[in-house]
């Protein structure tokens, strides 16, 4: 049996990968601060939980893992220009650090998960040969962890970057902040879709099922296809103009659940705006994705009618991890003796003052 080390397992993407590498018959060692809940994984017999920081992985958690999938990250852009620091030394320094300790333990595979933001703004449609545009720390530092862990491949240990478009779609750590599905919560909840101005930008997206289907496709795909390479991952056909895309996104809850949507406007005009061309993941994995928008909303739709999922402060990335830091320092301030009100009571001590009495 073979065994995938996955960081960031408890996240958007790395909640839906797990199950999948459990049920074709991987071991996963599921790695994570798990600032979302470590419930949001199912249990399982070859499943192992291991909550660390990956700024702090020792040597000997690789050992006898076949394959790395290296998810984690702060992972947007706002949280990213909040907790600058942090994002560098996570989303750029981990990952170089973990893919270097992953090739001396003998792990065959290493597989970064970038992102088509660091394409940043472009007029011409970009492919993975074009000249980058990162705009934000986010999108800096996956451009910087890029191309600090493609020089390591080599026969022994093959590495490929994929660059997801923005991800959406069912995920047991639902978030809302990611384009499609906050639109989706906005319009459904209010009958008013927030879209962010001027709606001419153009954004790829991808289904988080899509997604992480790519990520199991290069544990066995042939390495003289992916060894050092990068793909982008999405589809033409996904390439969408956010006003386009407001309007499928309205019609398609319209149509689910007879509410009107009206569209509102928010924020400053958009600068990122970027069309990706996916021709060489079609053209040398033959991959293309199985989902589009409308089919993404709808799945929303449904487990939001359902009472399966809500908006949740820990559903927006950014409030989360501002929420975390919030109660870290008023919790730190208070607490005594080990607790708030629950406290370590050091019985002898208690028994002599009641005999002085
Ligand atoms: N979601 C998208 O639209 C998208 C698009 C392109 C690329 N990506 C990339 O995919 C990866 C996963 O994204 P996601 O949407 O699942 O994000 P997420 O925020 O849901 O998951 C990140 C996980 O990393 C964990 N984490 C953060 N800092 C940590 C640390 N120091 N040590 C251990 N664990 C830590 C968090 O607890 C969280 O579970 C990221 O690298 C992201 O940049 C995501």
Same mark, same amino acid.
């Given at each position: 049996?073979?065994?995938?080390?996955?960081?960031?397992?408890?996240?958007?993407?790395?909640?839906?990968?797990?199950?999948?590498?459990?049920?074709?018959?991987?071991?996963?060692?599921?790695?994570?601060?798990?600032?979302?809940?470590?419930?949001?994984?199912?249990?399982?017999?070859?499943?192992?939980?291991?909550?660390?920081?990956?700024?702090?992985?020792?040597?000997?958690?690789?050992?006898?893992?076949?394959?790395?999938?290296?998810?984690?990250?702060?992972?947007?852009?706002?949280?990213?220009?909040?907790?600058?620091?942090?994002?560098?030394?996570?989303?750029?320094?981990?990952?170089?650090?973990?893919?270097?300790?992953?090739?001396?333990?003998?792990?065959?595979?290493?597989?970064?998960?970038?992102?088509?933001?660091?394409?940043?703004?472009?007029?011409?449609?970009?492919?993975?040969?074009?000249?980058?545009?990162?705009?934000?720390?986010?999108?800096?530092?996956?451009?910087?962890?890029?191309?600090?862990?493609?020089?390591?491949?080599?026969?022994?240990?093959?590495?490929?970057?994929?660059?997801?478009?923005?991800?959406?779609?069912?995920?047991?750590?639902?978030?809302?902040?990611?384009?499609?599905?906050?639109?989706?919560?906005?319009?459904?909840?209010?009958?008013?879709?927030?879209?962010?101005?001027?709606?001419?930008?153009?954004?790829?997206?991808?289904?988080?099922?899509?997604?992480?289907?790519?990520?199991?496709?290069?544990?066995?795909?042939?390495?003289?296809?992916?060894?050092?390479?990068?793909?982008?991952?999405?589809?033409?056909?996904? %390439?969408?103009?956010?006003?386009?895309?407001?309007?499928?996104?309205? /019609? #398609? $809850?319209?149509?689910?659940?007879? *509410? +009107?949507? &009206?569209?509102?406007?928010?924020?400053?005009?958009?600068?990122?705006?970027?069309?990706?061309?996916?021709?060489?993941?079609?053209?040398?994995?033959?991959?293309?994705?199985?989902?589009?928008?409308?089919?993404?909303?709808?799945?929303?739709? %449904?487990?939001?009618?359902?009472?399966?999922?809500?908006?949740?402060? /820990? #559903? $927006?990335?950014?409030?989360?991890? *501002? +929420?975390? &830091?919030?109660?870290?320092?008023?919790?730190?301030?208070?607490?005594?003796?080990?607790?708030?009100?629950?406290?370590?009571?050091?019985?002898?001590?208690?028994?002599?003052?009641?005999?002085?009495?």
């Amino acid at each position: 049996m073979e065994t995938v080390l996955v960081t960031g397992a408890g996240g958007y993407i790395g909640t839906v990968l797990v199950p999948k590498l459990l049920e074709k018959g991987y071991k996963v060692k599921a790695v994570d601060r798990y600032f979302f809940g470590k419930e949001k994984l199912p249990y399982h017999e070859n499943l192992e939980i291991i909550q660390e920081d990956t700024r702090k992985l020792s040597e000997n958690l690789f050992e006898n893992v076949d394959y790395v999938i290296d998810l984690v990250a702060i992972s947007n852009d706002p949280s990213g220009e909040l907790f600058n620091e942090a994002t560098w030394q996570i989303n750029y320094e981990s990952r170089v650090r973990t893919a270097n300790i992953a090739k001396r333990n003998g792990v065959k595979r290493y597989i970064l998960p970038s992102s088509c933001s660091i394409y940043g703004f472009q007029e011409a449609i970009v492919d993975e040969t074009s000249p980058t545009n990162p705009l934000t720390t986010y999108a800096k530092a996956n451009e910087k962890a890029e191309q600090e862990v493609l020089p390591l491949a080599d026969k022994d240990f093959v590495v490929t970057v994929i660059r997801q478009s923005t991800v959406f779609g069912y995920s047991p750590r639902m978030r809302f902040d990611l384009a499609i599905n906050g639109m989706t919560y906005g319009a459904w909840k209010t009958g008013k879709l927030p879209l962010m101005r001027d709606g001419t930008q153009y954004r790829p997206m991808v289904h988080v099922q899509d997604t992480t289907d790519v990520m199991i496709l290069l544990l066995n795909d042939e390495e003289e296809k992916i060894n050092g390479e990068i793909f982008n991952v999405g589809a033409d056909h996904l %390439n969408y103009q956010i006003c386009n895309l407001g309007k499928i996104v309205a /019609e #398609t $809850i319209e149509k689910e659940t007879g *509410k +009107e949507i &009206e569209i509102e406007w928010y924020g400053d005009p958009d600068h990122r705006s970027y069309r990706v061309s996916f021709k060489k993941i079609r053209e040398i994995l033959g991959w293309e994705p199985k989902w589009d928008a409308k089919a993404g909303v709808k799945e929303i739709v %449904n487990k939001l009618e359902g009472g399966e999922i809500d908006k949740t402060t /820990e #559903t $927006i990335t950014l409030n989360w991890y *501002k +929420e975390l &830091e919030k109660w870290f320092n008023i919790i730190e301030e208070l607490k005594m003796y080990g607790g708030i009100l629950n406290i370590d009571i050091n019985k002898e001590e208690i028994k002599t003052f009641d005999k002085k009495i």
